[in-house]
């Protein structure tokens, strides 16, 4: 495959674009400009590789599209891949394969009933485990988003413990996604941000006509159709289904065409 033949370049552009990429609000409210990471792509299954090269070509696509804007820190970055690991390969679990579409899925999505969390990386703010990794920890990367946010966003965290939980309540979290938890685990923790609602209440009254205090929860992370109950039960605001984009089945559909009488 020759990765930079121009009918994919136009394809990984349009998929970067239409994220718009080079503007996530996340990552630039809450992470030095300057920092050096590394990240390694590991299988998470048994699996045959296939498109092994896409990856330092989305990395040229993206410095290229970055350049545009002169106030963001441009992007460098090497991607090694392993000389046993090609195209075709069959890897494991846990085997480290390099260290390096979406407006039709998400209208698919709300014609099913469902709710777009957000539209691109622009839209909302949705600080993650590697964001408080990169950021310096929950306070950090809160303050920073919670300061730097535009008027009207939410600052949501993703948290996957109980105390990952309180270090975000504590730090001013706007919302909370719970993050592979069991349905367990989540009644526990929406219980526990009902009561900090309730506190922050007692402690700062609402006047007639204000809002009372609202952490949004959310829960994502191995829900599919046949666990889904459970999490609903377990009380949160909001269930994160990714199966319903990144493993739906295709329909089977056919054209017929018949021609018009003259």
Known sequence: ????????????????????????????????????????????????????????????????????????????????????????????????????LRTL????????????????????????????????????????????????????IEVRNPQELEDALKYGAEAILLDNMTPEQVKAAVTRIKQHEAAQEEANPTKAGDKKPWIPTEASGGIVLENIRAYALAGVDFISVGALTHSAKAADISMRITAEPR
């Open 1 to 100: 495959m020759d990765w930079k033949n121009r009918r994919i370049d136009a394809l990984l552009e349009q998929a970067l674009i239409e994220d718009k990429a080079a503007s996530d609000t996340t990552t630039s409210l809450t992470i030095d400009p300057d920092l050096r990471a590394t990240a390694t792509v590991l299988a998470r299954q048994e699996l045959v590789v296939a498109g092994l090269g896409c990856i330092p070509r989305i990395f040229e696509i993206f410095a290229r599209i970055q350049s545009s804007d002169a106030k963001q820190a441009q992007t460098r970055y090497e991607v090694i891949s392993h000389p046993e690991i090609f195209d075709g390969v069959r890897a494991h679990n846990g085997q480290s394969l390099a260290v390096g």
């Open 105 to 156: 899925d998400k209208y698919a999505v709300l014609c099913g009933g469902g709710t777009n969390h957000r539209l691109d990386l622009s839209d909302g703010i949705l600080i993650k485990n590697n964001h408080i990794s990169l950021g310096g920890g929950v306070k950090q990367v809160l303050g920073r988003a919670l300061t730097g946010r535009k008027p009207g966003q939410r600052v949501q």
